[in-house]
């Protein structure tokens, strides 16, 4: 079964980017590997999904390896706001019985003026 | 914009009681999802759909039911609550199977006494 481990927290200063990488072994080799922002008492907001390589949005940008066992978020130039817990969510496919969404542990980013 | 909405933001029940969370989506979409979030355990999925009256279990279904009778509406149910079950309790909705953008709706904060 595939498993995700992200770094628990990390502090940033305003205007730096920011990068937070989840490790992911044994994913589905066929799937995206989606990235969410949850503020507190609010559900996950979608940030950004990939397959390969590397997407950008008008908010992030999503690295992803050729292996596949890991993926990078990056923020660029983060504010006060950006200030959330962030969590990867990767799918396992492979063997028998239904399919498993798995949730990584969440980084808590504090953003520091 | 996808909108998820659940019943309630906060919900008082006692052991024992027959509790429902409902969660609607407007943007047409097979999958819907039941998470619960907890403290140092991040989400974990309880139950997931791909379609009208199916069903597949997630990761924790043991204590819950759910309901799927028209493609928008996406019931939890909690037979007999317990103190245990005590939770966040966040709906999402996804176009597509796999890791895919899933959109949450707010979250249902549930205290069993």
Not at chain 1, 6 to 33: K, L
């Amino acid at each position: 079964l595939a498993k995700t481990t992200q770094p628990i927290s990390m502090d940033s200063y305003e205007g730096q980017e920011v990068n937070i990488t989840c490790s992911h072994n044994n994913i589905a080799t066929n799937d995206y590997i989606t990235w969410y922002q949850q503020f507190p008492s609010q559900g996950p907001r979608f940030i950004i999904q990939g397959y390969k390589t590397k997407v950008t949005n008008e908010v992030a940008s999503l690295f992803i390896p050729a292996d596949r066992k890991s993926s990078t978020l990056s923020l660029p130039r983060v504010s006060l706001s950006d200030t959330a817990v962030y969590y990867c969510l990767v799918g396992d496919g492979r063997g028998a019985g239904t399919y498993k969404y798995i949730f990584g542990t969440g980084t808590r980013l504090k953003v520091l003026a | 914009d996808v909108k998820v909405t659940q019943s309630s933001r906060y919900l008082v029940k006692r052991t024992g009681e027959k509790v429902f969370l409902e969660c609607v989506q407007d943007m047409d979409h097979e999958n819907m999802f039941w998470y619960r979030q907890d403290p140092g355990l991040g989400l974990r999925l309880i139950y997931f759909s791909y379609d009208v009256k199916m069903k597949e279990k997630g990761d924790i279904p043991e204590g819950y039911s759910v309901s799927r009778e028209k493609k928008e509406r996406f019931s939890l149910i909690l037979e007999s609550a317990s103190t245990n079950q005590t939770s966040m309790y966040l709906c999402a909705s996804s176009l597509r199977q796999g890791a895919y953008e899933q959109y949450f709706g707010p979250g249902t904060r549930l205290t069993v006494t």
